[in-house]
């Protein structure tokens, strides 16, 4: 299970009106069976790995369960860290982002009026922390590989069916 996007995801139609769904997935996904917890919201599901076994990169499963026709559920699954580690990765690219964009346009601008471009001494660096924090997401999935495979199993088995990730 191998994804180069940041946060892996995957959406399909079970034959099942929402309330069915998600009282189905409540129901057979235990500590016990699954080794995964599930914490329950109106529409929304959260799959994960169970504390005394989790660490730093370990992921979760979002769930979004919504009606699609008559009796029939969209679900739209997202794979992502602990909201600690996602939060620390979004500012991380804002902040990043933010100063390589404003730093590239003073220094666009100052090669345009043929000045020294100091600014782009600050662009570069920050276009490499941007590239190095890409990487280090890469590297924690790679961590958290076998338990995404693990949430992963326990909802497929849940549903009966195989679900591709994109």
Not at 9 to 25: G, N, Y
Not at 105 to 128: H, K, N, R, T
């Amino acid at each position: 299970m191998s994804s180069f996007r940041v946060r892996p995801r995957f959406s399909h139609i079970i034959d099942l009106d929402p309330d069915a769904t998600q009282s189905k997935i409540l129901e057979e996904i235990t500590p016990s069976t699954h080794r995964c917890e599930v914490k329950s919201f109106p529409g929304f599901l959260c799959l994960r790995i169970p504390e005394e076994q989790r660490h730093f990169w370990s992921p979760r499963l979002t769930l979004s369960i919504d009606p699609s026709g008559e009796n029939k559920t969209s679900i739209e699954g997202v794979y992502g860290p602990n909201a600690n580690v996602w939060s620390l990765f979004l500012y991380g690219y804002l902040i990043s982002g933010s100063i390589a964009l404003f730093s590239g346009c003073l220094g666009l601008a100052q090669v345009m009026i043929d000045q020294y471009a100091w600014g782009l001494w600050i662009f570069w660096p920050s276009l490499v922390m941007i590239i190095a924090l890409y990487f280090t997401a890469q590297f924690g999935q790679k961590l958290g590989a076998a338990q995404t495979f693990q949430l992963h199993q326990a909802y497929e088995s849940t549903i009966g069916k195989s679900v591709e990730i994109h």
